[in-house]
């Protein structure tokens, strides 16, 4: 049995996992499949080109599947339709964030913020005395009794609903008064509402707690339902349909047993479990948010590639990212949709509207999580999570995967604590780390020993900060150096391009400008954007170019159409590029952790790779367009610093590279100016872009480094012997004396 399979893999998927010539899982997939199979929140903290993608793609994808089959054969229970309609929690008047079982039963809220509340499906009406149990299953905040139709589902704050809540309050119309004393855990809450005397009250664990409410005559003839609010916590409920654990006396009677003409139908229909269990067409089982449109292209295509042999149903993907007509995206939604994969803006515009309904979700995957909360989409992640029920219909509890190379962050810890149940961490090195098959180095960059610039015939278009300061050789002003910095980098690119024999690269620049600029002297140097022999030929991906543009692009490089693609760090996470074997970043990032995505994009599924950052030892002038900045950068030419409402910083690089180095724990390897990588570092045998290969010199020193342990091991096995044969046969022989 394939390795994938013996996880418990669909072989329809392993099939698909073997055309992509995946023989073995990784070790990321290794310990995340069967950890999402299983039902678990998962964190995964792996490498760069570890494989995080397929860990998620695959379990979500069978599940969903599997889901749907049984939906279809009916192994999901399903309502008998002409059965009487039993006493249940309702389905349909309840909050968003508030799930209850199939059997209407049971019923929970992880939102630890706001509260949530659901109703019965049915009330009572006078006359008559009623009684229903309900029991605390989980820690948490709740309050308990009854409210009308008309009220509040946050019970008790509004002056149609009273309710008993567990610390030791009773509460109407917002009105908390002492009462019962605290309850939690294990405890049984009995709620009695007398419309004889228009009282009611509560027990704990039997316990008369005595009178906590008298029915205003407004109340009179009206229908009150049992009525439940929470705030992370889960409560069981007994209509006394089961032996009730403290049968009622003095004449109330279980709720369940309530005459026909004293009981008042709910907002529930008979038919709204059917329409909960079967999801609605607009209503995916999963939602993978991405921080970018490459990004999430990249991952639908690799659940895509995943489904190819899954069939009856096939699974329905659907791509929801902005900068395509949304008209597209709300038919395909309508026509019915069972994963979807987008960025943060669309897919809130298509909640917000309705388009998309969260009420099936039962996976919220965050890809990049750190650098989605770092782009300030928390809200954003709050607000989906809230409005998704954390229990499933068919009584599943919603699934959270968070990933990415960079995790260790304080607030992405924060968010798993907010978020998610009791995951697991799936965290291969401890901390942010970069993977042995990735070599990086450091090319220091200085006009002061490089002069270089001073007698360049063409050089690249800098950036423009530099526009109104008086900037020319001969005099080392910072802003002469600075100038010099922008001119040398794109030099030493080129050169590193030559000395490797470069032929396909990801070059990062700090800016858009800085990547149009580049852009236009690559092919300047290269003979021209149109030359078809451009040794520099090369596309932008950034986010002023159109979506058809940035696609278009990447997809040029990727089947080598082109041999660099200049990026923003819009491309630094996740974007998978087969066999790339060069990066080259012209500044350092200012996020640390954006260091460690950059160079992730080589050394990938265990290819060899190379990155070379250029980085200045004088400090470098630069835009910073903050929202003070009305065109946020468009043809800004505020070149003033922004400690004078400008638009410029000074960049110090050094510090960066301290930083980077800090929080990676190493000193990264710098090279000289003939951009070698020294051989005894990095062995000289790697090809970049190319599997790590065995060497045949290698082979040599190997057998003279275990040369003493076979030794060692050799005298060992003779004593042994010795010691067997002296046991055996009691003699001892010539060698031994
Ligand atoms: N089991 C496997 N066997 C062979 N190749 C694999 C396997 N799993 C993944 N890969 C390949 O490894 C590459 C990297 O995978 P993936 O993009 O999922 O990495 P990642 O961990 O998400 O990286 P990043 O942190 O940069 O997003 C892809 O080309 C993928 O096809």
Known sequence: MAAFEEMGVLPEIAKAVDDMDWTLPTDVQNEAIPMILGGGDVLMAAETGSGKTGAFCLPILQTVWENIKDIESGKTAKVNKDAPVRWQLSYSDRDSGMAVTPDGVRCQSRDGKAWQGVRANKGVTAPGKYYYEATVADEGLCRVGYSTTMASLDLGTCKNGFGYGGTGKKSNCKQFDDYGGSFGLHDVIGCFLDFDNMTMSFSKGGQDLGLAFSLRSEFKGKAFFPAVVLKNAELVFNFGDTPLKFPPTGGFVAICEAPSN??????????????????????????????????????????????????????????????VPVKEQIRALSAGVDIVCGTPGRLEELINT????????????????????KAGHEKLINSIHASIPKLTPDGKRLQMVVCSATLHS??????????????????????????????????????????????LRQHVQTDGVHAHDNVRKGINSPETLSEAVKMLKAEYCLKAIDTHNVDKAIIFCRTKVDCDNLEKYFNLRGGGARNMGNPYSCVCLHGDRRPQERKGNLESFKNDEVKFLICTDVAARGLDITGLPFAINVTLPDEKSNYVHRIGRVGRAERMGLAISLVADVPEKVWYHGEWCKSRGKNCNNTRLTSEHGCCVWYNEPQYLADIEEHLGVTIQSVGRDLKVPLNEFDGKVVYGEKRGNTGSNYQTHVEQLAPTVDELLALERETQIIFIKRQYGKIYPWER
Not at 268 to 295: G, H, W
Not at 296 to 302: F, N, P
Not at 354 to 373: K, P, T, W
Not at 424 to 449: Q, Y
């Open 410 to 455: 304080f607030e992405v810890k924060k968010l798993a604590e907010r978020l998610m149940h009791f995951p697991t961490w799936i965290d291969l090195k401890g901390e942010d780390a970069v993977p042995e098959t990735v070599h990086h180095v450091v090319l220091h960059v200085d006009p002061r020993d490089d002069d270089l610039w001073h007698n």
């Open 262 to 323: 004293c009981t008042a139908t709910g907002l529930t229909k008979a038919s709204d479990q059917d329409q909960v269990l079967k999801p609605k067409n607009n209503a995916p089982q999963a939602i993978i948010l991405e921080p970018s449109r490459e990004l999430a292209e990249q991952t639908l295509k690799q659940l895509d590639l995943f489904g190819l042999h899954v069939d009856n149903p096939k699974i329905r993907t659907l791509l929801v990212v902005g900068g």
């Open 354 to 373: 309705g388009q998309l309904a969260l009420q099936s979700c039962r996976f919220f995957v965050l890809d990049e999580a750190d650098g989605l909360l």
